[in-house]
């Protein structure tokens, strides 16, 4: 029997200390910095089965508004899932969604999963107090000096924060920013996790309502072909956000593809649970925004090249703020499907074959390429998008065939032998390994990706003779599609 | 306090109109604002007290009333602890 209603303050919390309690192989209490306004312990929960710098990791978090009731209920019902199914050795379903043991497996081994179910306790306690307010949707600051309590935490982020888009300044306002960034020990909470856990990359915060999946940017519409129209250029302040200013904010080719790519697996595997189809979409929508939490977290690469690049995603769940329990549950079910298929996005099947093959050492100059290339408009690039796009399926399939993982693992550590020596070139042997992995691949694969893998392997033989320079460059030699000509079927 | 606010759609005649509707700073759910097919007006949904929604009106604005307040508030209703939760949950 599903609950019938929705998880008390306590009980979040509770919940958290139980995961970790009851699975401490693999569940990690993670106690945050900072207490609420009011005084309250927050924990968020880490699930690995491992550690180290080279995994990836993921930040869930839900929550942040008070009357966004469903959401917090729903990650602790993901974490408490994911930690038993791993444990039993079972797969997940949601609804008409099912994740395979396997797909469940290679998450927990792969990635750091961090789940912060409750952003805003003092909030969520309010708004189920009868002498609260079941629609209150900020925290509960006390705004010394000001006539109203609470500061709109998806505001208060350091992102445009002294921008003003879409934000207010009175604190009576439902949109108030807070008095400055990071004023409140709640945002700050998350920004030390970014911190602290420097290997996470992916990032989802889950809102109602509205079913849609959102991604950066907030601020204005998005553009592909000028960087120097970004968030940081203090030249074009005061128009972004504002309709017909001709600003429009700067986004990577690259990781738009990859939003898209990702947003659209989220949204199908929602509609997967019960027909419910989830609009993707860029978070500006019809009105501006600034000091969001998705858009601080993708921010934070731009501002300090050091920082690991965060791309992130805001969820905005169901049709209402309250819906009955009974359907709460479906969309708990949909969060769950749309956040299983994120982590499975979230890896990357080359780390997970060298992880397993003992190649990490190769990683560093991989990784390297993988950046670079990420920038260009070559052939290597349009193979980089291919990989996002089946990366859950490429790490089940290497996970799966243990023969297939250690040829994989022995042509990684050829390939790395072009990284580190820029003048050598891809030879015809190294070549006919990577179609004969590629057959082999194909052979297990779903069509889409199947198809993919048969383009790269009509192109290899163009690819022949080159330097990673070259294939990775955005010469116009790298950058051509490949001709009829002189083109060979090697296998 | 419950009873004096209402779940609501308020339509624009045009985009332009819609995005206005942030110059009120009203409790307006930006994720709901819909620019609207052809034929249809934009919309969005918010929770507005009868004065908010008097001053809409006088703006040009149309406005939809959807529900009360309290018919949509389940927050507080049947509040589940952690007990309950893990026999839900088969453990």
């Not at chain 1, 050492?361 to 998008?385: F, I, K, M, P």
């Not at chain 1, 192109?459 to 490949?482: H, N, W």
């Not at chain 2, 339509?11 to 409790?27: K, N, P, Y």
Request: charged share 25%; with cysteine.
């Amino acid at each position: 029997m599903p609950p019938t209603g929705y998880l008390s303050t306590a009980a979040i919390e509770a919940c958290v200390q139980f995961i970790a309690g009851n699975f401490p192989a693999i569940a990690t209490l993670i106690p945050l910095r900072e207490h609420s306004v009011e005084g309250r312990a927050i924990h968020a929960v880490r699930i690995a089965n491992g550690g180290g710098a080279n995994r990836r990791g993921v930040l869930l978090i839900a929550g942040v508004h008070a009357r966004e009731i469903v959401n917090p209920d729903a990650l602790v019902t993901l974490a408490l899932k994911l930690c038993q199914a791993y444990t039993d050795g079972t797969g997940l379903s949601f609804g008409g969604k099912n994740y395979s043991a396997e797909q469940i497996a290679l998450i927990v081994d792969a990635l750091d999963v961090v789940v912060l179910p409750l952003v805003n306790p003092d909030g969520r306690t309010f708004v189920q107090s009868p002498a609260g307010q079941a629609m209150w949707r900020k925290n509960r600051a006390l705004n010394p000096g000001q006539p109203c309590r609470g500061v709109d935490l998806n505001r208060n982020f350091d992102f445009l924060w002294s921008s003003g888009i879409g934000t207010s300044s009175s604190s009576c306002s439902d949109v108030f920013k807070g008095p400055s960034a990071f004023s409140e020990p709640e945002t700050r909470n998350v920004r030390h996790l970014l911190d602290d856990y420097p290997n996470l990359g992916y990032f989802i915060d889950v809102h109602s309502y509205s079913e849609l999946v959102l991604y950066p940017w907030g601020d204005d519409d998005n553009q592909t072909t000028d960087p120097s129209q970004n968030f940081q250029n203090p030249v074009y302040n005061g128009q972004r956000g504002v309709v017909g200013a001709g600003y429009r904010e700067y986004i990577p080719a690259f990781d738009l593809d990859w939003y898209l790519i990702t947003g659209a697996r989220i949204r199908d595997a929602i509609a997967d649970v019960r027909g419910r189809t989830y609009t993707l979409q860029q978070s500006i929508g019809l009105y501006p925004t600034s000091g969001t939490s998705d858009d601080y977290a993708y921010s934070r690469t731009f501002v300090d090249s050091q920082k690991r690049k965060v791309r992130g995603f805001t969820l905005e769940t169901g049709q209402e703020f309250q819906p009955i329990p009974t359907e709460g549950q479906q969309i708990i079910d949909e969060v769950g499907a749309g956040l299983v298929e994120f982590l499975l996005a979230a890896l990357c099947a080359v780390e997970q074959a060298a992880r397993l093959t003992d190649q990490t050492r190769s990683l560093t100059g991989l990784r390297r390429v993988r950046d670079r290339a990420s920038t260009t408009s070559g052939a290597a690039r349009r193979y980089l998008e291919m990989a996002e796009r089946h990366s859950g399926e490429l790490a089940s399939l290497l996970a799966t065939d243990e023969a297939l993982l250690t040829d994989v693992g022995a042509a990684l550590q050829k390939l790395s032998s072009l990284v580190s020596s820029p003048d050598k070139t891809l030879d015809q042997k190294l070549t006919a390994i990577l179609d004969e992995l590629g057959t082999r691949l194909a052979a297990l694969a779903s069509d889409a990706l199947r198809e993919d893998i048969e383009t790269v392997q009509r192109e290899l033989p163009d690819l022949t003779g080159r330097t990673l320079d070259q294939i990775v460059g955005d010469s116009p030699e790298a950058a051509k599609p490949p001709t009829t000509k002189g083109r060979r079927n090697i296998r | 306090m419950a009873g004096d606010r209402f779940f609501v759609t308020v339509f624009a005649r045009d985009r332009a109109a819609l995005r206005q509707l942030a110059d009120f700073d009203l409790d307006l759910f930006q994720a709901t604002a819909q620019a609207g097919d052809e034929g249809e007006e934009p919309r969005i949904e918010g929770l507005l007290s009868l004065e908010e929604i008097g001053r809409l009106v006088e703006a040009g604005y149309r406005v939809a009333v959807e529900a009360t307040e309290s018919s949509r508030s389940r927050a507080a209703e049947q509040v589940v602890h952690l007990e309950d939760f893990l026999k839900s949950m088969g453990m």
